[in-house]
């Protein structure tokens, strides 16, 4: 196991990596004292996959347990499901000290961060997920939210958990897309951040894709490192260094949302904005490219989608306008200069975006 610390002073805690893990959960939350009762939400799929060995680690540990289940879908992300699962939670906690657990992917992280958030004006959580998104991504830094269906994350809060616990192990369980879906964001570190990590994915993509336990745990201990570095400098996005975690998500996330969640999957979604940000870069000559071409083939060769097939560019457009990122009138861009140089830029003008984006078309 490696152990990496989120320092946030009062709201600091650890992110645990390590393969086959789960069975020492127990042991590692009866350190932080945060009650004795679990309300562990997840689904139908994840908890026949890992529910006995979770209820029977925190058991061992003197934890009592209790299981939500809710849909596996995007739609789950919504004010409707988030009341109904406080309302549950509510008949459980009498008399009891309950903390929540998010075991999931993105989905479920998100929600159960949301309701952590709000119920009883914030209740200790752990994120145990069990995706590479959300093992590398929305599982690390407190972002919490729900959809509505005019975007994605409208609806949400700053909220850190009190432990994540990456089992790489878990890993081996998932399906291809959802293995891609991972990689769009393991792929953005590279960009933004890592060139040395964007040529390891170039030479080892293969391994990753055949569920290599060594490549596996490689890129969620990289990637979990700099995500910790980056919110601890900037914890709620004010100085513009947490931002550019976004980049690929302004028009990523409004190719979901044109969509309506079902036309293209989160990683799918975000190896598209990566792309067209990146045509964007080039267009503004802030890349040659050389450096666009090693883009788009890494996207191609985890088997990413490159082009726009299921979605339109009005609906893309108007989605966009609903993106956090904007600042009143004016769009807000992450932009890149190279393989791990990035650049925010505002006000980019509508035609250079549709421009790039029927570029994917």
Not at 9 to 26: A, D, P
Not at 146 to 173: C, E, H, M, W
Not at 277 to 297: K, T, V
Not at 345 to 360: A, C, D, Q, S, W
């Amino acid at each position: 196991m490696k152990t990496i610390k989120l320092d946030l002073k009062k709201r600091s805690y650890n992110i645990i990596v390590g393969s086959n893990i789960m069975k020492f959960l127990g042991t590692h939350i009866a350190k932080l004292n945060i009650g004795r009762d679990a309300y562990i939400i997840t689904n139908a799929s994840i908890k026949n996959k890992y529910g006995k060995t979770l209820d029977k680690a925190l058991k061992q540990s003197g934890f009592t347990t209790r299981f939500k289940l809710i849909p596996d879908t995007e739609e789950s992300k919504s004010m409707g499901m988030a009341s109904s699962v406080i309302e549950d939670i509510v008949c459980y906690d009498k008399k009891k000290r309950v903390f929540i657990i998010a075991l999931g992917g993105g989905v479920i992280g998100d929600l159960a961060g949301f309701i952590a958030s709000i119920y009883k004006r914030g209740t200790p959580y752990i994120q145990v997920p069990t995706t590479l998104l959300a093992q590398i991504d929305s599982g690390i830094g407190g972002k919490t939210a729900v959809d509505l269906i005019q975007g994605k994350n409208l609806i949400g809060a700053f909220y850190q958990p009190r432990l994540v616990f990456s089992d790489a192990g878990v890993l081996k369980t998932l399906g291809l897309k959802q293995l891609q879906s991972g990689l769009a964001e393991v792929i953005k570190y590279g960009i933004i951040k890592d060139p040395r990590l964007f040529v390891y994915l170039e030479k080892k993509y293969q391994a990753i894709l055949s569920l290599k336990q060594p490549a596996l745990g490689f890129i969620v201990r990289r990637c979990s490192l700099i995500k910790a570095r980056i919110v601890q400098q900037d914890e709620r996005e004010e100085k513009g260094i947490r931002t550019i975690l976004n980049f690929g998500h302004t028009l990523g996330h409004a190719i979901e949302a044109a969509g309506d969640y079902k036309g293209y999957n989160h990683g799918e979604a975000i190896a598209l904005g990566m792309l067209v940000a990146s045509d964007i870069s080039r267009n503004l000559r802030l890349i040659n490219h050389e450096i666009f071409q090693r883009i788009e083939n890494l996207i191609k060769a985890v088997g990413l989608p490159t082009r726009i097939q299921r979605v339109s560019l009005k609906n893309i457009i108007e989605a966009h306008y609903r993106d956090k990122k904007f600042i009143g009138a004016k769009n807000r861009f992450v932009l890149i200069k190279g393989i791990g140089k990035t650049k925010v830029v505002e006000n980019i003008p509508l035609g250079i975006i549709k421009e790039n984006l029927k570029k994917r078309f």
